[in-house]
């Protein structure tokens, strides 16, 4: 049966910043992403009806070589597993297709590094939106949070060393905000721990009005959670809140690229699953009634 498709606004801004000589995020949203880095931002924005939306964050390491190259794979992988992302309708498919995606991604980054000799790697943030389905993974620090009427809940977890002691309750949160191992990634795309690779996957259910938010470390190390919640809980077109977001991570000095992926949901798809359901139950019991018709009438 053909799905329900839901609506988003949407808009994708990624900068440069103001320490870096070049940009190495990336972002994907519904087949979009960057192709090239010779400006200084560059952005998307859409109102989307799809029955399956797929939004991500690749953040390219800058301590190594080519982060950025690490990046585009990332993305690219994702629009080359277009027609898998489509067929997404349970949690179970979206993890399946999510953890086969960062495999594949992971091995194309490795095959780069034996071919030119340069490390490189990326974070890997991706949200799958759906009328049954909201899922979410990632690997490294890129973040993801979803915004409704109760509150802001992150969806992401840091895979970082700092996380990793955290974890082992060696130190605390706080200290780990801290700690210099907040910004040194345990896992991310191009790692050649295979039996490591494994990304940390949540869920949860999307209404109409709800805000979701992916952003690189450029944006969510400068910025309090409130500072965050704050801008989404704007009335705002979402293309200005993520600007504002943008603005807020140059005020604090951010010295990294800096990306956001912002979603309002606009039609969740509920009205036109209730609409479905009464229609198919309307059909059975003509179909009942028709059927104690005929058989009263042959009698």
């Known amino acids: ?48 009806t799809e029955e399956v939306h797929v939004m991500a964050v690749c953040d390219g390491m800058g301590g190594l070589t080519d982060g950025d190259v690490a990046a585009m794979i990332g993305v690219t992988t994702l629009s080359d597993h277009a027609d898998e992302l489509q067929a997404i309708r349970t949690g179970e498919d979206a993890s399946f297709t999510a953890n086969r995606i960062v495999r594949t991604a992971n091995d194309r980054i490795l095959k ?48 970082t060393y700092a996380q990793e002691l955290v974890d082992s309750g060696a130190i605390s949160e706080n200290q780990a905000g801290r700690s210099y191992g907040r910004n040194q990634l345990s896992k991310y795309l191009g790692m050649d721990n295979l039996k490591a690779l494994k990304p940390n996957e949540s869920s949860a259910e999307i209404r109409t009005g709800d805000i979701l938010l992916i952003c690189s470390d450029g944006v969510s190390d400068v910025l309090p959670s409130h500072s965050i919640y704050a801008s989404l809980s704007s009335d705002r077109p979402v293309n200005e809140i993520a600007d504002t977001l943008i603005e807020k991570a140059l005020r604090k000095n951010s ?23 009464l229609g198919i139950a309307l059909g059975i019991t003509a179909g009942v009634v028709m059927l104690a018709v005929l058989i009263a009438w042959m009698l």
């Open 255 to 277: 010295g990294d690229n800096m990306t956001v992926v912002i979603a309002r949901v606009l039609d969740d798809g509920r009205v036109a699953r209730l609409r479905r359901r």
């Open 1 to 48: 049966m053909k799905g329900i498709p839901i609506t988003l606004e949407i808009a994708a801004v990624t900068d440069i910043g103001r320490r870096r000589a070049r940009n190495e995020d990336n972002f994907f949203v519904n087949g979009a992403f960057i192709d090239h880095y010779k400006v200084r931002a560059e952005r998307f924005e859409s109102v989307d």
């Open 112 to 159: 780069r590094i034996k071919k030119t000799g340069k490390k490189m790697g990326s974070t890997f943030a991706m949200l799958v939106a759906s009328v049954d389905c909201l899922y979410a993974c990632n690997l490294g620090d890129s973040e993801i949070y979803i915004k409704t009427r109760f509150g802001m809940e992150r969806l992401s977890k840091p895979q």
